[in-house]
């Protein structure tokens, strides 16, 4: 049997368990008819937020269809939409289990904490589950489908396209989540807060305030869909990239097929161990809520790294075949070169096939990339607790600095989100060395694709977020006791945590993915300039004039070019946040003008207007920073090549590449970081905060205050700017590699 | 004559420049004895500041010096000294004349706005013509020693040795008073505020405050000393790296004579030119204090942009002669591998001398260069003024989006600061293109060397800052009448777009100087490499091993290193600056409760004892990011040495120069721009700001308070941890230069 099927077959059980964990979830009660009646209208308005925004990605999607139809043919246009299809479907169908699990948490929190968790963590691992079943299938379906039954040739460029094309498709839907979603989250919250809490004087939460809902709705967007789009992308994107590098480094070999199936194999098995490990998210019988959550994703790591040694095996046949990456190409273009025009010639071929010649590894080394991949992910965690812990140094001067006012709670926010960025970056460079001295660059893709692989419960972690937050919020509105309340708000709190750890690890592992789209770009270049025959536009790049070296100054010029981005995006993305809740209080204001009733409680807000006003704003504001990704590879490259020739564009654009992501990540991380910090700093007042000279500041007090001002600057940080440079530096990435296999079409 | 000597006569017009205006400002009449006593206070409290630096200053040099002298001998150690008593110099007088100019201008601004800005900017001017002045003598007279009396080769790693290490002694300095100036002169500033307005309820600029002469001492010790050593280091280290390169590129050329004294040619011409313009700084009739700032700034420009055409004929004998740079290094360098062992050795022959073989160019396409240099420095003194000044559309949306609270205003400075480095870094990459383009890397080297040799004017319109905001201080303190007031604020405002300008500028060439210092690191690698039976440390270390290509894992290993240091480095030095604070907070208290009679202004607060105390705290902070720049390149050498050879470790060493800058000069120019739109922001209050319903806000209004917010946000961004990027960014590069030169020298 084909072991690609078996791949399927993994995938598949993830979506039963899918289905079964909806049913579970829907068939639980739904609460009071106050309660539901406040979760309807939290699903209409999630159904407008959809609506509006497939819609504009629709028409968006349609187009860059024809584009790519039109530019590279059927097959990669195919690719495309599924890419685009399978991830707007896994947030889809994550969206509407969210804002129905919400109420159901909310009333089964009334009867226990285990069964607000129950519910709530379910309704997350639906997502989860669709993230990474629908993302695996996608590509071994797709993979399959096209060397299989169509018979294409594994390493022909018809399969290596349309996988890219798969993940240009999630990285459609995942800027549109990313960032139209957190324009529109945060859009709601600080707009809402502004003419709820400011100018009315009402709380947050208050069923009056036209823009409750949509804060609640914003909740979902972000954290349920944004994610999963996020790491649907991801996932997609780091599979296909490491299957398109064992396409180039094994292109010949024995091993080739191994090599290809070995990220789908890893994907498949690790599906699974994060199915059993939802299994294990249990209470117990204490109330530690984070404990039962880690308890889950540790029964899934531990599993993984078990179970990645037989299907190692199985892959390989061995645990210690001699495998050689780029072997054959390096040996056959040094060949060629030989074969006509002498020393240069060598001299250029072997520049070209550069490091990846001839690097020997075995399938266990590779087991130990993965393992590496898991350990990452763990550190990470670890370290995005302890920087935005209540418990830890970092938040608690967070706490301590708001004492003293405003101005220096933001300044020791603004410090701890800096100071975060170093240990997440040393942890990767040392996943760097250690895999790339173990496999090569082939070894740091299994690493990824490994760290990937837990997509599934991570994602669940996350998603687990909204639903504890608008359970809590329905707890608010419809009255409910007390108590209720207070388990809602202990399963919220644990909620905040998970966001900002799940953050981390998102980015960390697009960090890494990026790097090893890079490798992809270059090994792809490298590859159309070897048969720059069959690619007439590639004639005539050679080793001097395509030259990635630091000294090259264009590729000093792509590095800063690269570099500038995540921070005029993130700017450009935190000013959208301003404008759109700019738009949220006009609206506000409109409608209690105009239905005076509405703040007597006799008039209902038109909740659904507010949606739809929001997510058209959102759209409107998200054009501009969702261009610059799109359109910067395209812009270097022909501008370089205008200035200086093909070489040094192609290396301005790689180069471009790697700006993004080295500082992307530092900008991604300490946004993330330092936005939960705040946040957190804020929660730390609300049982109290002692401060050094043992003073204790609660909630109302002026330290109090300070801290929602740095929860407030925090809020766009995480949720919309800090989050949205992933798939930035992910489509910058992959619209180079496209730009690549474009120029090569062309033949120009 | 040798021309060397002229370029020295240059150097010591300005310094007797320098001596008049001393005379000239000293000579003012010095106001009331009232007046006389608050600046003697803050004379004081500069000499107790002064002599604490720098006698740490001295004992951190003597020590580093016998550490030179043991590992590379009495030149290179006298070299340093020469670096380190120099900028020395510089700072120290430019503080000693500025605390006297400070009540000079107070007095003359009583008589009128022209006399005051006199004053203060003649004192500027002091600061500027000294460093521009020391560091051009420093290089020059020391080459001259070198090369014309003890008879060095110019091209000798002892020439090139000892002038590395001239820079370095100037970094010394430099990091001490950017970063341990800067915590200092912010602590005082955040820590006076909290302990005098928040908790006392005296207003700023009131003698009471124990704290209010550092504050104002604290003035003097940013934007003098502290601007004075950032650019005597950037002037020094770039002219040096330049003279390198030159002696590299042109080894063995009839040409060697007239690279290596060119920029030191034009240092010599624009410090003429620099003290003409300072002549042009005059009001004219009107009262556009800016305006004649600009006069005497644009006077500076252009007459340097008519003085560089014969200087570049008279250096280089004809404009059209043809400079071909590493052509004998490159030929050399084949030649023998040809010589050895065939195809592979040329490979790597052709590989190392890379692109910087035989390009070349006429003495007129470095003037050109050198024009670039200037419309460079044109458009970011441009730029910077765009997102700081107070007319724009940053500002202005800072100061309404400050309307609805503190986190809006936070989060609309963080969104512009964010911003703000996009053009800047744009700027940059096109100089860099065009440059090149010109004369390969040696024209990137004559542009920034012009754009420092302006240097002289930009510290004497940053210097100008502090003394009319000490001005203001003393006339607030001694009750001078209102209009006096108006008139030391009118310059006061214009000094803080200055200094926002003027750090736009010092970090623009900082980058751009760092970026010379990588390609003097890189080429002097390829010598050593090429000379390795003289050197036997880098025997072995070929092109395979060597490979500074991005596809090279340890290439982005050492990117992302050094990517989180300028991170790192602002997160800690902005919590630095919260302790140095807490520190002075304590120390206010315990005056206060130990002197009673200081609130009822009876008895006098121990002014000295705090600013001693700040010092201490200051020195403290800064032990622990200062050792970053300075270990991190002996860190990574010697791991990656040890994990992966030599070759990598000299990649990743490299690639780690260029990741600090990358990243550096992003964090670097959205803290100080940032931060200086934050400032004006606030400013934007105190004549009231009409917001977009047509709502005017005063000061002390809601608005204005949340707009206060922002600035104490701004204040360690634009003037602790922003500026001290700088000098972080050029000490990790040069001592990577130093590291090469020891190991050179080792032999090992």
């Known amino acids: 049997m084909n072991p690609t099927l078996i791949v399927i077959a993994c995938g598949l059980v993830s979506l039963l368990y899918g289905a079964w964990a909806i049913r579970s979830v829907i068939a639980a009660p739904a609460g009071t008819p106050r309660m539901q009646e406040i979760a309807g209208a939290i699903q209409e308005g999630a159904s407008a937020y959809l609506a509006r925004q497939y819609f504009t990605i ?143 004087g009402i ?93 889950g994703f540790i029964v899934t790591a531990v599993l ?63 087991y130990l990339c993965g393992v590496a991949g898991l350990v990452i992910t763990g550190l990470i965690v670890w370290i995005t607790e302890y920087y935005t812990g209540v418990g830890f140094r970092p938040v608690r001067s967070i706490s301590q600095a708001s004492v003293t ?31 790339y001295s173990f496999a090569g660059l082939y070894g740091i893709a299994i690493a990824v694709t490994t760290m990937l692989a837990l997509a599934g419960m991570v994602v669940a972690l996350d998603a687990f977020g909204p639903v504890t937050d608008n359970a809590g919020g329905i707890a608010e509105m419809a009255d409910l006791p007390e108590d209720v309340r207070s388990t809602t708000d202990a399963l919220d709190a644990v909620g905040n945590t998970t966001k900002a750890v799940t953050k981390g690890y998102a980015i960390g592992s697009a960090g890494l993915g990026a790097l090893v789209l890079f490798a992809a770009y270059t090994e792809d270049l490298k590859y159309f300039i070897a048969h720059s025959d069959q690619y007439p536009f590639f004639q005539g790049v050679t080793s001097e004039t395509l030259n990635f070296s630091l000294a090259n100054p264009y590729v000093v010029v792509g590095l800063f070019f690269g570099g500038l981005l995540p ?36 008039d209902r807000p038109d909740y659904g207007r507010a949606v739809d006003m929001l997510t058209k704003a959102a759209i409107r504001e998200m054009i501009l920073p969702s261009l610059l990704p799109v359109l910067s590879p395209i812009v270097v490259f022909f501008l370089i090549n205008a200035i200086a020739g093909k070489g040094e564009a192609f290396a301005a654009t790689g180069a471009m590449l790697l700006g993004v992501i080295v500082t992307g990540l530092f900008v991604a ?9 705040w946040d957190n700093a804020k929660k730390s007042f609300e049982d109290g905060f002692v401060d050094r000279d043992g003073v204790k500041h609660l909630k109302g007090s002026e330290a109090h205050k300070a801290s929602v001002t740095g929860d407030t600057v925090g809020d766009p940080y995480k949720d919309t700017a800090g989050p949205a440079v992933n798939p930035m530096i992910k489509i910058t990435n992959i619209v180079a590699l496209l730009l690549l296999a474009v120029l090569a079409h062309q033949g120009v």
Chains 1, 2 share one sequence.
């Not at 324009?183 to 600080?190: L, N, P």
């Not at 404008?579 to 509405?598: D, T």
């Not at 991380?669 to 910090?677: D, E, H, L, Q, V």
Request: proline share 2%.
């Open 203 to 295: 709380p947050e939460d208050d069923p009056r305030n036209p823009a409750t809902i949509a804060d609640n709705v914003g909740d979902n967007v972000g954290d349920c869909a944004g994610m999963a789009a996020d790491l649907f992308e991801t996932y997609a994107v780091t599979v296909v990239a490491t299957m398109v590098l064992a396409a180039i480094y094994f292109a010949g070999s024995d091993h080739l097929s191994a090599t290809m199936l070995y990220p789908l194999a890893i994907g498949g098995a690790c599906v699974l161990t994060s199915i059993v490990g939802t299994f294990f998210v249990k209470l117990g019988g204490g109330t530690n809520i984070m404990g039962a959550l880690y308890k």
């Open 567 to 602: 921070f005029l995006f993130g700017g450009v993305a935190m000013t959208a946040v301003g404008r759109a809740a700019g738009s949220v209080v006009e609206e506000v204001r409109r409608q209690f003008r105009e239905k005076p009733g509405i703040m007597e409680g006799k």
């Open 669 to 677: 991380i300490s946004m993330t970081a330092g936005g939960g910090a």
């Open 405 to 435: 006012g405003h101005g220096t709670n933001v300044i020791q926010g603004l410090a701890v989100s800096l100071e975060a960025t170093a240990l997440p970056a040393l942890v990767i460079i040392a996943g760097i060395i250690f895999t």
């Open 58 to 200: 629709a028409v968006v999607g349609v187009l860059i269809f024809a584009l790519v139809f039109w530019l590279l043919g059927a097959l990669v246009a195919v690719g495309f939409a599924i890419g685009a299809i399978l991830s707007g479907t896994a947030g889809y169908i994550g969206m509407l289990v969210s804002v129905r699990a919400n109420v159901r948490t909310a009333q089964a929190a009334s009867q226990s904490l285990q069964g607000g968790l129950d519910i709530a963590f379910k309704s997350g691992a639906v997502t989860g589950m669709l993230v990474a079943g629908l993302a695996l299938l996608g590509v071994a379906v797709y993979f399959f489908v096209l060397t299989s039954i169509l018979g294409h040739d594994p390493t022909s460029r018809t399969v290596v396209d349309a996988l890219v094309a798969l993940g240009f498709g999630a990285s459609l839907i995942s800027i549109f989540a990313r960032l139209g979603g957190g324009i529109f989250t945060k859009g709601a919250d600080v707009g809402g807060d502004l003419v709820g809490k400011v100018e009315a």
């Open 304 to 366: 993984s790294l078990i179970i990645l040694l037989p299907v190692t095996y199985l892959v390989f046949g061995s645990f210690s075949t001699t495998l050689t990456a780029g072997a054959t190409a390096a040996a056959e273009a040094v060949t060629t070169a030989a074969g006509t025009d002498g020393a240069a010639a060598v001299a250029d071929a072997v520049a070209q096939t550069g490091t990846a010649a001839g690097i020997t590894f075995t399938p266990f080394d590779l």
